[in-house]
């Protein structure tokens, strides 16, 4: 039986957020434990079917991301390691292979989002307005389609249930302030230019991923959250990739495609997931993780 998580219950820690998709507790003053569970969310809406092992294998893909790139930008994980917590055997057993502890951060009110194909919340966008955050596009650009160049495109963070909303550069600088969000477009852009450039030698194309960021008491600034996983990011395999079509991808598009399909209509209550979408579901999550950390 695959090993399956939905929600967390460590009863031995406080309990201090439910996301949608990791659960939160306190170590201490300085250090929280993130649970990376598998429930999985589509258009910020959490579905009733969780994905089994999916936790596990975005806490390692995060992991190995946040290693590589450690020499880039300071990230949010502790020196603490997970065995040195003080719960049970079977409070171990729920976290094990799906856990990190980490800093206590100031979470920016901003999801930081690095686009270099038009698919997605952008393509709905670009269909309505001709541009994706005020940065106007070429005309006749289909879905899919490479845009001319990387762009930076942030959005707000929505509470579960509800949606983020694609906002400029300058709505971003009012939020957070001018050198804060110079230095997370500066090192989300760098980010993405080097892991697109990693992944192309792997026949993998990142056509959009998200960057979460938060700081320091002394107003450092420090990644955090996930990174690089399928699901804050878009891979789509190179052999396949066809302009206009929504491309075969090792991410959650899937999903979003099956509940599409089903004409649901992005609001509660969402769907169950039938057990092939979960089984493909699954095999596409564990073949990201194998290409990246064979």
């Not at 393509?123 to 899919?144: N, Q, V």
């Not at 080097?194 to 600034?221: M, P, Q, R, V, Y």
């Not at 399909?261 to 073949?287: G, N, R």
């Amino acid at each position: 039986m695959k090993n399956i998580l939905h929600t967390s219950n460590i009863k031995s820690l406080k309990k201090i957020y439910q996301g949608k998709v990791r659960d939160i507790y306190e170590v201490d003053e300085n250090n929280i434990l993130i649970i990376s569970t598998d429930r999985v969310s589509v258009f910020d809406v959490v579905l009733p079917t969780p994905i089994p092992e999916k936790g596990i294998i975005l806490n390692k893909v995060s992991n190995f991301w946040f290693k590589k790139f450690e020499g880039l930008v300071e990230n949010h994980l502790s020196n603490i390691n997970i065995q040195d917590l003080k719960i049970s055997d079977d409070e171990y057993e729920q976290i094990e292979g799906r856990s990190v502890i980490v800093k206590k951060l100031k979470a920016l009110p901003i999801e930081s989002i690095v686009r270099s194909y038009l698919i997605g919340s952008g393509y709905s966008d670009y269909l309505s307005k001709g541009s994706i955050c005020d940065i106007e596009l070429p005309k006749d650009m289909k879905m899919a389609s490479k845009l001319p160049n990387i762009i930076f495109t942030p959005s707000t963070k929505a509470e579960i249930g509800n949606h983020d909303i694609n906002i400029n550069f300058t709505e971003m600088k009012k939020l957070i302030g001018d050198k804060i969000s110079k230095a997370v477009k500066d090192v989300s852009v760098k980010i993405f230019r080097e892991a697109e450039d990693f992944l192309s030698n792997k026949d993998i194309i990142l056509a959009d991923t998200k960057f979460e960021f938060g700081l320091e008491d002394t107003g450092k600034l420090v990644l955090m959250d996930e990174l690089l996983t399928p699901d804050s990011s878009r891979f789509w395999l190179s052999k396949s990739y066809e302009e206009g079509i929504s491309p075969l991808s090792l991410d959650k598009q899937f999903i979003r495609d099956y509940v599409k399909s089903i004409s649901w209509s992005d609001t509660m209550p969402a769907p169950e997931l039938p057990d092939d979408i979960v089984e493909k579901t699954f095999e596409k999550y564990k073949d990201l993780k194998k290409i990246l950390i064979s």
